[in-house]
């Protein structure tokens, strides 16, 4: 079975400062996908960027970027620029590219960015 | 992006009763949708797989006779927790696939 794991319950950043979030996944397909989630006090689930297994290049989206290390099956998520609106959950999530095509979730990241 | 609309986004129901949640795709058709449950402070858990047309698919250790899953139009899916219990509250969430999942707002139940 595939698991997703985010091994820093909590992480605090500067305001304008960069943040890295990790994320490692075990699975044993080849064809898959990878998303940010972003889950603000709202608890609205906002998708943050998402990479396709098959491509190198890493995602990104304006000040969210990824490094996609798909040997090592690591995903981590980096946030430059930090605003106080980009505190909340940040879930890392695995979907596979066939069958029911439902995600799977790490357990999530607290980002806290401070003034 | 595209739009999932969930309602109720809190109810608070007695025990003993019934509660439906709905899941709506606004602007697009969905054949599959599914259903989270979250815990304060922890993941999301898949509940159930939704498909129009056909039966759901229930992950392990999800009672099929409690959580009543109807997913009747490519647009509507709906949850109901059927004689609800206090250890059933939690914050419910759906979502839908387009070309991406797309989540509802949630819905909170609290069994009192």
């Known amino acids: 079975a595939q698991t997703v794991t985010q091994s820093q319950p909590e992480m605090s950043v500067q305001e304008a400062e960069t943040v890295t979030l990790s994320c490692t996944y075990d699975?044993?397909?080849?064809?898959?996908?990878l998303f940010w989630y972003k889950q603000p006090p709202s608890r609205q689930m906002i998708l943050v960027i998402r990479?396709?297994?098959?491509?190198?290049q890493n995602a990104t989206e304006n000040r969210f970027s990824v490094n996609f290390q798909k040997a090592a099956k690591s995903f981590s998520l980096k946030i430059s620029d930090s605003q106080l609106g980009d505190a909340a959950m940040y879930f890392c999530?695995?979907?596979?590219?066939?069958?029911?095509?439902?995600?799977?979730f790490g357990k999530g990241t607290k980002l806290t960015v401070n003034p | 992006g595209a739009v999932v609309s969930q309602h109720p986004s809190w109810v608070i129901c007695k025990s003993g009763t019934s509660v439906k949640i709905e899941c709506r795709s606004l602007?697009?058709?969905?054949?599959?949708m599914f259903w989270y449950r979250q815990f304060p402070k922890q993941s999301l858990m898949l509940m159930a797989t939704?498909?129009?047309?056909?039966?759901?698919?229930?992950e392990q250790g999800v009672e099929k006779d409690k959580f009543l899953i109807n997913h009747a139009s490519l647009t509507l899916s709906t949850l109901t927790v059927t004689s609800a219990h206090p250890e059933d509250s939690s914050f419910y969430i759906c979502?839908?696939?387009?070309?991406?999942?797309?989540f509802g707002q949630g819905t909170r139940l609290t069994v009192v």
């Open positions: 979502s839908a696939k387009a070309t991406e999942a797309f």
């Open positions: 602007d697009f058709q969905a054949t599959t």
């Open positions: 990479q396709e297994a098959y491509k190198q």
């Open positions: 939704s498909n129009e047309g056909s039966k759901a698919t229930y």
């Open positions: 699975t044993s397909e080849s064809d898959y996908y």
């Open positions: 999530a695995y979907r596979f590219q066939g069958g029911s095509e439902k995600l799977v």
